[in-house]
DNA sequence: CTTAAACCGTACCAAATTCGTACGGTTTCA
DNA sequence: TGAAACCGTACGAATTTGGTACGGTTTAAG
């Protein structure tokens, strides 16, 4: 547990596939058959991803979605964000109503946002880009950050 | 989103209180009037913490749970471990059997698992004892780490 | 100017998960 | 012997998630 949800997944899937070819206007059926994902669901996810301006759309026959800006400008944090809302761990931290009394004496919720804020900032290091080469495994944020966090604190 | 379930976030609201006095032995009762908490859902927290090895139980009149060891030893990663089992940010991950035919030529996939990694140490970088102290905010590990994000990629 | 390819939006449904409850059993202390 | 406490299983309601349906609008091409 601790996971995304299928659909963000699936937007990850679709949006590295379109990162290859960034200028081209793609349909929506072809994405679907091309990462064999149901033709609605991918529908939906685009159009979720151009209501968050990741994705511009062109409508009518030879239509379809491309890139809104660069691969290297898109973060997987925005994709999240588009698809499932802002990054929250806990109840608390998206605050709001769900009444947590305490929050003032509580140093448990100031905790879990702080770590919130973390994971929101590893998230914005990586971008599309990132995520359609197979090495990103070499990628230097992620890299650094991973050997980091483990001396950090040994 | 991107969220842990409520009974992680209980779980360490509970550890934390009990990390202040380690080697108190606490009953569910007392912790869940402490945390204003319904009493079953405590009791059952309080079970799996056990199982996991995180708690020991003292059975009987004057029984109760305390800490199986010290709270510098007890990570985030464990108690999200205990609660919900293993961090898996995508269904891929968690491996198996939902057939993910493309693991081979996805870099998505694997991509997803190097930013799971990286969480899995954030987290394991975090005890319980930094989670119940106010000002976590300095906690080095974390700190540093959110610095290091910001600038190891921009 | 008609047709077909494509996007648009809303609404709906079924399955899975989550959150919490219930209840009967066992251990230990006083 | 009784009360305080843990133990385990199982259940049920509510939410979330994953996916479908369908009728509408826009645009290119013949």
Redesign the pocket.
Known sequence: ?LRI???TD?ATAILSLMAQEPDEC?????LSARRC?????V??I??QL??AQLLV?????????SLARPAEEISIAAVINAI?GPIALTDCIEGGNSACQYSAHCAVSSNWSRINDVFQHALEAVSLKDMSEPLAAEHPGLRALGERVRSAVN
């Open positions: 547990m949800n299928r659909e699936y793609y349909s929506a059926a072809w994902l149901p033709a609605p669901v529908s939906k685009l159009k151009v209501r759309s062109h409508r009518g026959a030879k239509g379809g979605y499932e």
